[in-house]
Nanobody, 121 residues
Framework: QVQLVESGGGLVQPGGILRLSCAAS????????MAWYRQAPGKQREWVAG???????SYADSVKGRFTISRDNAKNTVTLQMNSLKPEDTAVYYC???????????????WGQGTQVTVSS
């Protein structure tokens, strides 16, 4: 199947930056779209950003202008560049892979194990 492994989390001060990476392996042809989600303590997991196989990106309003999602299809890697980090960004960040056909999700989806991002002074 598909395995997703996140990396790059850590502790950063407000206003700082972090770059998260998600490496996909296995049957990567099974997915053509990727997204980042996050889950803060006591809160529901929320969508942060997404990118299609064609490179179209979208962002949650809370991170728009600060985060950038990108992908390297040749390397099966998705990156989330996080700038101007705020304490509210503190969460476990998860990589999510899925397949979209005609705008609809099909087939299986896959989650990484998550990487902790802590924004604190």
């Amino acid at each position: 199947q598909v395995q997703l492994v996140e990396s790059g989390g850590g502790l950063v001060q407000p206003g700082g930056i972090l770059r998260l990476s998600c490496a996909a392996s296995g049957s990567t042809f099974s997915i053509n779209a990727m997204a980042w989600y996050r889950q803060a303590p006591g809160k529901q997991r929320e969508w942060v950003a997404g990118i299609t196989n064609g490179g179209s990106t979208s962002y949650a309003d809370s991170v728009k202008g600060r985060f950038t999602i990108s992908r390297d299809n040749a390397k099966n890697t998705v990156t989330l560049q996080m700038n101007s980090l705020k304490p509210e960004d503190t969460a476990v960040y998860y990589c999510y892979g899925y397949r979209v056909v005609s705008g609809l999700r099909v087939g299986s989806d896959y989650w990484g194990q998550g990487t902790q991002v802590t924004v604190s002074s």
